[in-house]
């Protein structure tokens, strides 16, 4: 239902771009967010959009990740800029809020690391 893909290495202040396809019920219906869980840490909301196109961002990552959506192509994407090695974390996306989750797969890994 829900793919992530896009993640690897980069160095510190390099970028990446992450995409998720979901499934056309999924996507016409619902609020989509990125969410990612560093080693040793809780899984956190980094980047949510409202159908609207409304969004919100995590402090840490405010100015440096962008999300948006395109309805054509069902998929949600987070464009991360300048990062950092705090930034290192599997990458989800899902549904938003949390609490509404579907399953979560395996997420695509975020390496930021000279």
């Known amino acids: 239902q829900l793919q992530a893909s896009g993640g690897g290495l980069v160095q510190p202040g390099g970028f990446l771009r992450l995409s998720c396809a979901a499934s056309?019920?999924?996507?016409?219906?619902?609020?989509m967010g990125w969410y990612r869980q560093a080693p040793g840490k809780q899984r956190e909301l980094v980047a949510a959009i409202i159908i609207g196109g409304s969004t919100n961002y995590a402090d840490s990552v405010k100015g440096r990740f962008t999300i948006s959506r395109d309805g054509a192509k069902k998929t949600v994407y987070l464009q991360m800029n300048s990062l950092k090695p705090e930034d290192t974390a599997v990458y989800y996306c899902?549904?938003?809020?949390?609490?509404?989750?579907?399953?979560w797969g395996q997420g695509t890994l975020v390496t930021v690391s000279s």
């Open positions: 899902n549904v938003y809020p949390q609490v509404r989750a579907l399953s």
């Open positions: 056309g019920s999924i996507f016409s219906i619902s609020a």
